[in-house]
């Protein structure tokens, strides 16, 4: 596997992202078989980079993810994240959840949680609009300094945000969705980080699936699978987004690769610092999305590649409001 640099931490070129192993994208694997393939992704495709959040499913997702990684815990870079003003159970406490105690007590949890020592990578996995980055930038850098995190991140923060942070403490990654079909952070977030050293995250790198090819406007989502909501895979939204899979598959018959593969390149040849997590659950999608690494797009097939997306109108979208509705925190995916 190659690896990449989030500023101060080399990963593998392409990460997992967990949260799929607990909720959000419809029926679960047993534990036993979640546990198999997180282990599979590190020893047979040499991923050492894993994501959960206090959040997926409510602790459920960083117990299994501690569990998965227990035996390899020194070989792999781990991140995970609290949400600043979601409360969970045992997070009550009179200041709020963000305070300096409210952050020492999510980040304790989730060291217990996770069975580990340390952190690799904590976000703030929201950015709250009425309160100051740069106080939580500085109560992780204590963090820091005490050896209960390596480095930390924002998740969907905005260049204001970002440049804030960055100043106090400086940021080892942005997390925030990216993919060939939602590119909003080329315009400012992207350039910004080449500018700051900063890595970038992206999570959803194949659009909640939509651009592996596997799903079509028939396809029916149930249960917590956040793509009840999600406006991408409304049928008619779907059916109108049909020529940007098309694209997607024509470039990837002319590679000799698939769609996801595809989808995972593009983010990655055209710029170096940045490492998708996709969410996998089968053998064949490790197989299938850890080989991206392998699929180089040339300057001019980046171009042709640009150039074709220009002409394309997207329709539907992602939005936290929108998942949210599906109901409590244990069913409310976000990423």
């Not at 992202?17 to 029926?27: L, R, T, V």
């Not at 940007?244 to 983010?267: R, Y």
Request: hydrophobic share 40%.
């Amino acid at each position: 596997m190659k690896t990449r640099k989030l500023r101060d931490l080399t990963v593998s070129a392409i990460g997992m992202g967990c949260m799929g192993f607990s909720h959000g994208y419809g029926a679960c694997p047993p534990e036993n078989e979640s546990i198999r393939l997180i282990r599979s992704a590190y020893e047979d495709y040499g991923c050492t980079f894993f994501d959960t959040a206090e959040v997926y499913a409510a602790y459920e997702n960083e117990n299994l993810v501690g569990k998965a990684l227990k035996p390899i815990r020194d070989k792999v870079i781990l991140a995970t994240k609290f949400m600043p003003e979601i409360f969970l159970p045992g997070q009550e406490i009179p200041e709020g959840k963000t305070s300096r105690r409210g952050l020492r007590n999510a980040v304790e949890g989730s060291l217990k949680r996770l069975q580990t020592d340390f952190i690799d990578l904590y976000y703030e996995h929201r950015v709250p609009p009425n309160r100051d980055i740069a106080e939580v930038a500085f109560w992780m850098g204590e963090l820091i300094k005490e050896g209960k995190i390596r480095a930390w991140g924002v998740s969907e923060a905005n260049p204001e945000q970002i440049r804030r942070a960055h100043a106090v403490t400086p940021l080892t990654a942005v997390q925030s969705e990216y993919s060939i079909m939602e590119r909003k952070v080329e315009a400012e977030v992207l350039p910004l980080c080449k500018e700051l050293n900063i890595g970038f995250v992206a999570y959803s790198p194949m659009a909640g699936g939509f651009l592996s090819g596997k799903y079509n406007s028939q396809t029916k989502f149930e249960g917590d699978d956040v793509r009840r909501v999600i406006t991408r895979f409304y049928k008619e939204n779907m059916d109108a987004n049909q020529n940007l899979l098309d694209l997607v598959k024509k470039f990837a018959a002319e590679k000799n690769s698939t769609p996801a593969q595809i989808s995972l390149a593009f983010l990655m040849c055209k710029n170096n610092f940045v490492v998708p997590i996709p969410g996998m659950r089968r053998d064949e999608r490790l197989k299938e999305n850890f080989g991206a690494v392998d699929v180089i797009l040339t300057e001019k097939e980046l171009a042709e590649l640009e150039d074709a997306l220009s002409k394309i109108k997207i329709y539907g979208d992602r939005k936290d409001s929108d998942i949210q509705k599906l109901g409590t925190v244990k069913s409310v995916a976000v990423h």
